[in-house]
Nanobody, 120 residues
Framework: QEQLVESGGGLAQAGDSQRLSCAPS????????IGWFRQAPGKEREFVAA??????TTTYADSVRGRFTISRDKNTVYLQMNSLKPEDTAMYYC???????????????WGQGTQLTVSS
């Protein structure tokens, strides 16, 4: 069964930049829409960003807009995170899914996540 594999998490300091990657373990993404979500300890999983299959359509949560950029190439989706804050600390998950509207993304297939910890 195909899996989504996230990488790029780790330890960072406030103000640093980090890039997360999401790639399928088997087939290519084949123009699937992909989203990033995150879950901090004790909190619900929240949407971060999503990108359409062609790479043209993107949408972001207000909390990360202007600091995070989602992009993709043929087989990997990236989340470039700049100006990191301690409140960005979370487990980050990528998910295959679909856009319900230009600003709404519905996930249906998850990766295992990668932990990002940002210290102040």
């Amino acid at each position: 069964q195909e899996q989504l594999v996230e990488s790029g998490g780790g330890l960072a300091q406030a103000g640093d930049s980090q890039r997360l990657s999401c790639a399928p373990s088997g087939r290519t993404f084949n123009r699937y829409s992909i989203g990033w979500f995150r879950q901090a300890p004790g909190k619900e999983r929240e949407f971060v960003a999503a990108i359409g299959g062609s790479g043209i359509t993107t949408t972001y949560a207000d909390s990360v807009r202007g600091r995070f950029t989602i992009s993709r190439d043929k087989n990997t989706v990236y989340l470039q995170m700049n100006s990191l804050k301690p409140e960005d600390t979370a487990m980050y998950y990528c998910a295959r899914g679909r856009f319900l509207s230009s600003t709404s993304f519905a996930p249906d297939y998850w990766g295992q996540g990668t932990q990002l910890t940002v210290s102040s």
